[in-house]
């Protein structure tokens, strides 16, 4: 496993929370590629911390779908698999859809100015073909309203499932089909603001499900598991 070079990037007095979150985003982030066998002893070197934080997080990032484990032979990054990614759009949409329905009708103006600014910086993020900020941005932008719904089995269910959709959202915001999800940002602010809640939820949905022209691209595929 060719681990990144910058080593030590986790503390040694953080926690397993920290060493979870490290591999998962380099996995979404493609540093740890679909089909690469992960070491724990590599793992350990690179992030700075002992062997039990490493191993635990692997099971949660296992659980979540981003990591594959044969005891005793091999723990890889799991290939990119369509009907995974069709089933995390599936729960990640109907989540963000209820998050809007519960922030809504008591969304602040504050809130939705934060709407606007995040949607801002991810336009900007796409103008300039910065993929890393566009993810960024638009976590930001749909937080607002998870934050506001105040459920918090609603953020469970999205920590867990967001991540296998990052992986190919990568992808799309790398071109140009990115670009439109710029305009069903400001649709779904719009719709908050006037306070519609059905169309605004509807909204949020079908941004959740652009995603579908690229389920069937060759890269989605992987390589055949060992």
């Not at 493609?30 to 992030?47: F, H, I, K, M, S």
Request: charged residues 25%; proline residues 7%; contains cysteine.
């Amino acid at each position: 496993m060719p681990v990144p070079s910058h080593r030590g990037l986790v503390p040694r007095s953080l926690l397993r929370e920290d060493a979870y979150r490290a591999i998962r985003d380099a996995i979404v982030d493609g540093t740890l590629a679909p089909g690469e066998r992960l070491n724990d002893a590599d793992l350990v070197e690179w992030l700075g911390v002992s062997r039990t934080p490493v191993r635990e997080a692997l099971a949660r990032l296992e659980h979540a779908g981003l990591v594959r484990t044969k005891p005793g032979r091999y723990t890889i990054v799991s290939p990119l698999d369509v009907r995974a990614v069709r089933n995390a759009q599936s729960v990640t949409a109907a989540m963000h859809e209820l998050a809007v329905r519960e922030a809504l009708p008591n969304l602040s103006a504050a809130e939705l100015d934060a709407m606007r600014a995040a949607n801002a910086r991810f336009a900007d993020a796409l103008r300039q073909g910065d993929v890393d900020a566009a993810v960024a941005a638009d976590d930001e932008f749909h937080d607002v309203p998870v934050t506001a719904c105040a459920n918090d089995a609603v953020r469970s269910v999205l920590e867990q499932f967001t991540p296998v959709l990052r992986r190919v959202e990568r992808l799309r915001f790398s071109s140009l089909s990115g670009r439109g999800s710029v305009a069903q940002h400001e649709r779904i602010i719009t719709l908050c603001e006037a306070g519609d809640v059905d169309a605004a939820a509807a909204a949020t949905r079908a941004n959740w499900q652009t995603l579908a022209p690229l389920l069937d691209t060759p890269p989605l595929d992987g390589p055949p598991s060992p």
